[in-house]
């Protein structure tokens, strides 16, 4: 998969993605990541990528051309025919693990990180095939929403991770929170590892994790449970984890 990040931070981006699993991923190829600069596509003296907005107003906007045209050779570079253009919004859909599951199946995905006031709403309705945000929150740019979104997506892909159950298990990606994990020692200051951690019973223990992702989901988001249709195995754990927690206050 290819990332191209549309950026007037550039290094920002090389920077940032240079580290982890995203730093080796595209040291190996497996990714792609290239960063295109509007400044580079201006026609004045003064590279000037901004201007007053119409109808005034305070800050300024992102001009329409120097960014159609980035965006234009970051196309080019790939020719691909499942390109994807996103521009980081927090006007935009909010970003969910399922929305990146699918980002995930494109060749190429080019972010547009804007910053100012925001970009001439033009390039979005002609360039841009969707929206993401964050979160009901404001940044002072998108490149920090773009490295999420490479980092996110990068650990999807086959052969990123040593080991790929890692990224099935991550928190949302069965639409529950993620379960506690325990390493060494057995004990320590905080209490000891769970029995059922040490037993070697393979198959207490997946029921184990199963019944505390559900219980912490419902405890910490329990927005997430309402979307989800739970089988009357997972009903029975959730009711038993209830029960315990009811024991222990």
Not at 226 to 248: D, G, I, P, Y
Request: proline share 4%; with cysteine.
């Amino acid at each position: 998969m290819r990332f191209d990040v549309i950026t007037l931070f550039p290094e920002m981006i090389l920077e940032g993605s240079s580290y982890g699993v995203t730093g080796k991923a595209i040291e190996q190829e497996t990714v792609g990541l290239s960063v295109w600069n509007p400044r580079d596509y201006t026609q004045d003296r003064h590279r000037t990528v901004d201007d007053r907005p119409y109808g005034g107003g305070p800050g300024m906007v992102m001009k329409y051309q120097p960014l159609c045209d980035a965006v234009d050779d970051a196309k080019l570079i790939n020719n691909a025919a499942d390109c994807k253009v996103v521009y980081l919004s927090p006007q935009g859909k909010q970003i969910t693990q399922d929305l990146l599951i699918d980002a995930s199946q494109f060749s190429q995905l080019i972010l547009v990180a804007g910053r100012y006031e925001g970009i001439d709403e033009r390039f979005i309705d002609s360039v841009c095939d969707d929206e993401w945000s964050l979160g009901d929150y404001v940044i002072s740019g998108g490149e920090l929403a773009a490295l999420v979104v490479i980092d996110s997506i990068t650990r999807l892909i086959p052969g990123v991770l040593g080991d790929e159950d890692s990224a099935k298990q991550d928190s949302f990606m069965n639409g529950l929170l993620d379960t506690p994990h325990y390493t060494r020692p057995e004990q320590g200051g905080k209490g000891q590892v769970p029995d059922v951690l040490l037993s070697g019973n393979h198959k207490a223990i997946e029921s184990w994790r199963m019944k505390q992702a559900l219980g912490r989901t419902e405890l910490r988001r329990p927005d997430l449970l309402k979307n989800l249709e739970l089988t009357a195995e997972q009903e029975a754990l959730l009711k038993e984890f209830r029960n315990e927690v009811h024991k222990s206050n």
